[in-house]
């Protein structure tokens, strides 16, 4: 059974950190893409970062560039996501995917999809 778990999220002043986890199991993440998403009350779900299988290619939103990090660690299927510089426009419910390949996220083509960790940035 596919399971993507994150975990993380908390409440944090601006300027702060969070690293958000997105633990996986049930498939093989040496052949998925993972990204993150994020959706804040009353908003559209939006794409946030994304890391390749392939290659390690990585894609940021243009609001979180320069501040957000994503990486992944398939040793430990787990996919990590760095978040500093923290804005309270940040705050969301985030939640990480699973794809074959960035194409599909940028394509929203998502296969596999995780809970959500709630992130509160306070001003």
């Known amino acids: 059974q596919v399971h993507l778990v994150e975990s993380g999220g908390g409440l944090v002043q601006s300027g702060g950190s969070l690293r958000l986890s997105c633990a996986t199991s049930?498939?093989?993440?040496?052949?998925?893409?993972i990204g993150w998403f994020r959706q804040a009350p009353g908003k559209e779900r939006e794409g946030v970062s994304c890391?390749?299988?392939?290659?390690?290619?990585?894609y940021y939103a243009d609001s979180v560039k320069g501040r957000f990090t994503i990486s992944r660690d398939n040793a430990k299927n787990t996919v990590y996501l760095q978040m500093n510089s923290l804005k309270p426009e940040d705050t969301a419910v985030y939640y990480c995917?699973?794809?074959?390949?960035?194409?599909?996220?940028?394509?929203?083509?998502?296969?596999?999809w995780g809970q959500g960790t709630q992130v509160t940035v306070s001003s």
């Open positions: 995917a699973a794809a074959r390949g960035c194409g599909n996220y940028l394509r929203r083509r998502m296969d596999y």
């Open positions: 049930g498939f093989t993440l040496d052949y998925y893409a």
């Open positions: 890391i390749s299988n392939s290659d390690g290619s990585t």
